[in-house]
């Protein structure tokens, strides 16, 4: 079995007088030790809330939780929150988007990170201080002891980035969750947060989720990827696999809007036309048929379910031509 083996996970939000809402619809997926996994899509699409509902972070009214996501042959999602606080940030720990607005603005930088070492691994005074500088230096952040003191608002948003992996880092999880870790930050320090990332990854054999909008980015991190797209994986496949053979249309998309060094000077990029409000409800078709550039009428009418072939599979009744992807 693999280390998380998430089955058919949904999310609906439900609120008194109003409709609701299904953020998440049926995703599965796994991730094995050691290994580096991919969930992409435009923000909307659930990336962040199937990782929240993973670490049973969203809030416990209006909100309605269905399927597994086992971890270690556990089912996180009937798990006690007593011991759900004990798996978290012990063995599975999560990389939030926004820095800013994890860190506590109030309490110095040094005081969060040896909360994490109090309460997962029984250190205090001293030996916690030592050991939250160490990790502080061990993610590239200069100057350790200095910035222990210091509070998120002294910190570039770099810096609190690292911050952040530090603490998620601090008891060497089993399984890292990083959901869009470097959407805030200039080129050059994504580069250094990916290559930190890919150090934890090799050097501990943690298994790691990373979430992103951009297909770029897991280009040289991930494995295996998974595309979603309103709630639901529309396609999924090893890396090069995916890259080299994608059929899904909406996949199509998101790798014609991003910019390469080997295209011909003064091309436009093709953006995917509309946005994630035109949607069809799954139910009654594919969902993306309203964005599509290759629609047919079998778009129309019934879900379409995934396909397999091997380890590649795709959610689409007319995917782009073979001939089409080796064009490209």
């Known amino acids: 079995m693999a280390l998380l083996e998430v089955s058919d996970l949904s999310v609906v939000f439900a609120r008194k007088g109003e409709r609701p809402v299904t953020a998440v619809d049926g995703v599965s997926f796994s991730v094995d030790a050691g290994e580096v996994v991919g969930l992409v899509g435009e923000s909307g699409c659930g990336k962040s809330v199937t990782s929240l509902a993973i670490m049973r972070l969203l809030p416990p ?17 009937e798990l006690p929150q007593s011991a759900m606080r004990d798996i978290r940030g012990r ?10 607005s994890s860190l506590n603005p109030v309490v110095p930088i040094g005081i969060q990170v040896i909360e994490v070492l109090e309460r997962h691994r029984g250190m205090k005074g001293e030996a916690a201080r030592r050991e939250a500088a160490s990790l502080l230096d061990r993610v590239g952040i200069p100057d350790p002891n200095r910035r222990l003191k210091e509070y998120p608002h002294q910190l570039s948003g770099g810096m609190r980035q690292r911050a952040l992996i530090a603490m998620a880092v601090a008891c060497a999880p089993r399984l890292l969750i990083a959901d869009e870790p470097t959407t805030a930050l200039d080129v050059t320090i994504q580069a250094q947060i990916l290559e930190l990332l890919k150090e934890l990854v090799r050097d501990s054999g943690t298994a790691l989720l990373m979430i992103t909008h951009d297909l770029g ?6 494995e295996t990827i998974n595309v979603l797209y309103a709630g639901r994986v529309v396609e999924t496949a090893p890396r090069r696999v995916l890259f080299g053979e994608h059929r899904h249309p909406y996949t199509v998309g998101l790798l014609k809007s991003i910019p390469r060094l080997d295209s011909p000077r003064g091309e436009r990029l093709i953006p995917i036309t509309g946005s994630m409000r035109d949607v069809l409800p799954w139910p009654e078709g594919c969902a993306f048929t309203p964005r599509c550039f290759n629609v047919v009428d079998a778009c ?21 031509a073979e001939k089409e992807v080796a064009a490209k």
Do not use: S
């Not at 980015?217 to 991930?222: D, K, M, Q």
């Not at 379409?304 to 599979?313: D, F, I, K, N, V």
């Open 61 to 77: 009214r209006g909100v309605r939780i269905g399927g597994k996501a086992e971890f270690d042959g556990m089912n996180l999602l």
């Open 91 to 100: 063995d599975v720990a999560m990389i939030f988007q926004d820095p800013l």
């Open 217 to 222: 980015v897991v280009a040289g991190l991930c």
């Open 300 to 320: 129309v009418g019934e879900p379409p379910e995934l396909r397999h072939t091997g380890a590649h599979a795709y959610r689409c009744v007319n995917p782009v």
